[in-house]
């Protein structure tokens, strides 16, 4: 299983990102999959998940209504589209995925503790 993240950068508050996670070594639409990031001094959070159980998806309360998470199962690539970009979402951010059955919620929380896998992440500097 690998897990390669891309599309991070600079960017000034307000505007966009699109991160990509390219997946080989598994079948991405039967395991759940997720984004998180963490910053200097804070937890690893979970920002947005897609459940199996149910095709959920989850957002953290900081992202909601900014942030889109989607994924290409015929090119195995998980997306997380990042509108409205501002300094707080700096931080590296790492999909994951968890090979066990569960909902968006499910593997969004916790910190990510019980995903299987990691990429080694994409960082994400917003401006002010």
């Known amino acids: 299983v690998q897990l390669v993240e891309s599309g991070g950068g600079l960017v000034q508050a307000g505007g966009s990102l699109r991160l990509s996670c390219a997946a080989s070594?598994?079948?991405?639409?039967?395991?759940?999959i997720g984004w998180f990031r963490q910053s200097p001094g804070k937890e690893r959070e979970g920002v947005s998940c897609?459940?199996?159980?149910?095709?959920?998806?989850y957002y953290s309360d900081s992202v909601k209504g900014r942030f889109t998470i989607s994924r290409d199962n015929a090119k195995s690539i998980l997306y997380l589209q990042m509108n409205s970009l501002q300094p707080d979402d700096t931080a590296v951010y790492y999909c994951?995925?968890?090979?066990?059955?569960?909902?968006?919620?499910?593997?969004?929380?916790?910190?990510?503790?019980?995903?299987?896998?990691w990429g080694k992440g994409t960082l994400v500097t917003v401006s002010s």
């Open positions: 994951a995925i968890d090979l066990q059955l569960g909902t968006a919620n499910y593997y969004c929380s916790g910190h990510g503790n019980g995903m299987d896998y």
């Open positions: 897609i459940g199996t159980s149910d095709y959920s998806t």
């Open positions: 070594g598994f079948t991405m639409p039967y395991y759940g």
